[in-house]
């Protein structure tokens, strides 16, 4: 069975630093892994997502994430961060066969303040 | 970008009853999905549909729920009858193909209470 793990609930930043949220996932095979982010009161959308290829993958808005397969990591990363990244980010894994859906993290609460 | 919407945004109802939870996808998506997120733990995934059948389901879809998709209209998850359990945050959610790496679109849920 495959898991995610986000170890922060709660991250807190101010506005122009810079952002990572950590990411370790379990699965035995080669995962799909995204980054979600849902911002208040609307439904979670895409960030990234990685597959194959270059392990650092570029996103929207300036985020980007790096796949490392020795650590079973997918870290997001964002160099300077605006009030407007405030919002609920979620880390998922699709099994290749995509049996039982996406895996989802429990989500890491970024707040950026002025 | 493309929506989803969810309707309604809250419902509460007393154990026992039915419940209908609406889903408005992407319109040339073909694929849909519900997922339920209990207060404080992850989400799950419940469902995935394609072409008016259950593709795949998890433990969590129990007798007592069922989805349909009449005639390209809303997609719903049925209810029947409801449990305490049965208290959650549902994300429906579409895409365009069914595969492991496509991405989804999904909605900003419908919080169930069941009294």
């Known amino acids: 069975a495959q898991s995610v793990t986000q170890p922060d609930a709660r991250v807190t930043v101010s506005e122009g630093a810079s952002l990572q949220l950590r990411c370790k996932y379990s699965y035995s095979g080669t995962p799909y892994l995204f980054w979600y982010v849902q911002y208040p009161r609307q439904g979670l959308q895409l960030l990234l997502k990685y597959y194959s290829g270059d392990p650092v993958v570029q996103g929207v808005n300036g985020f980007e994430a790096e796949f490392s397969k020795s650590n079973s990591s997918f870290h997001l990363r964002k160099a300077s961060v605006h009030w407007s990244d405030s919002a609920v980010y979620f880390c998922?894994?699709?099994?290749?066969?995509?049996?039982?859906?996406?895996?989802f993290g429990l989500g890491t609460r970024v707040s950026v303040f002025p | 970008g493309p929506k989803v919407l969810q309707i309604p945004s809250h419902q509460i109802i007393d154990m026992g009853q039915m419940v209908t939870l609406n889903c408005d996808p992407v319109s040339n998506h073909l694929y849909f999905y519900w997922y339920k997120q209990i207060l404080g733990q992850q989400m799950e995934f419940l469902v995935n549909?394609?072409?008016?059948?259950?593709?795949?389901k998890s433990k969590l879809f129990k007798d007592q729920f069922s989805v349909e998709r009449p005639d390209g209209s809303y997609f719903t998850l049925k209810i029947q009858p409801t449990a305490l359990e049965d208290s959650a945050v549902y994300f429906c959610a579409s895409s365009l193909e069914g595969s492991s790496a496509e991405t989804l679109y999904f909605g900003s849920g419908t919080r169930l209470t069941v009294l």
């Open positions: 998922v894994l699709s099994a290749y066969n995509y049996a039982q859906g996406l895996t």
């Open positions: 549909f394609y072409n008016g059948k259950v593709m795949e």
